[in-house]
């Protein structure tokens, strides 16, 4: 069965400052993608990225980037340089054979000024 | 861009009214869902549809169901509205012309039943 682990329920930082979310999966398929997205406080998911199994490198776009180690089963996303705008929760998902996404319960991020 | 709208932003209903959730996708995706999302407890799926007038039920389908008569809209009913079914419901839609499709979302409505 899938699964997708956000352990970090809520972080707190300071502006400027970088910030890294975690999310470990479990699958048993060879094939899968992994997805983040971004939920601000107007309650609209936002699709960030999706990186599918045979892809292992690293993503950056502009202040973000994502790490995805298939040897931990890791899919880590850090901000940057974070803003106030960044606060938010974000997910991350899990999809093998078909649409529909397995999703972490999300972390909430908190970025002060 | 991929528009996802719902009906309503925010809804409050008393229990045992039947209550309609429209959402609409002005994209052409085959692909429509319905979440579900509580504190602590992330996203889940209630039902989802690969095509018009097809439904199939996610994880928590109870107290639920789904119609589908054009593709771009895709409506939840409550049929009996209960307490334990406030929540934020949100819509998704995807396009069916790839493997593992990204999902793209609605605002969601927040519903709260008295």
């Known amino acids: 069965a899938q699964k997708v682990t956000q352990a970090q329920t809520e972080i707190s930082v300071v502006e400027k400052e970088d910030v890294t979310l975690d999310c470990v999966y479990e699958t048993r398929d060879t094939t899968y993608y992994l997805f983040w997205y971004k939920q601000p406080p107007s309650g609209e998911l936002v699709f960030l990225i999706r990186r599918n199994s045979f892809d292992e490198q690293n993503e950056i776009s502009g202040r973000y980037s994502w790490n995805f180690q298939k040897s931990t089963s890791s899919f880590n996303f850090t901000i940057t340089a974070s803003q106030v705008v960044d606060s938010a929760v974000y997910f991350c998902a899990l999809s093998e054979a078909g649409p529909p996404l397995v999703f972490g319960k999300g972390t909430r991020l908190s970025v002060i000024a | 861009d991929v528009k996802v709208t719902q009906s309503s932003r925010y809804l409050v209903k008393r229990t045992g009214e039947k209550v309609f959730l429209e959402c609409v996708q002005d994209m052409d995706h085959e692909n429509m869902f319905w979440y579900r999302q509580d504190p602590g407890l992330g996203l889940r799926l209630i039902y989802f549809s690969y095509d018009v007038k097809m439904k199939e039920k996610g994880d928590i389908p109870e107290g639920y169901s789904v119609s589908r008569e054009k593709k771009e809209r895709f409506s939840l009913i409550l049929e009996s509205a209960s307490t334990n079914q406030t929540s934020m419901y949100l819509c998704?839609?995807?396009?069916?012309?790839?493997?593992?499709?990204?999902?793209?979302f609605g605002p969601g409505t927040r519903l709260l039943v008295l």
């Open positions: 998704a839609s995807s396009f069916s012309g790839e493997v593992q499709e990204t999902q793209y």
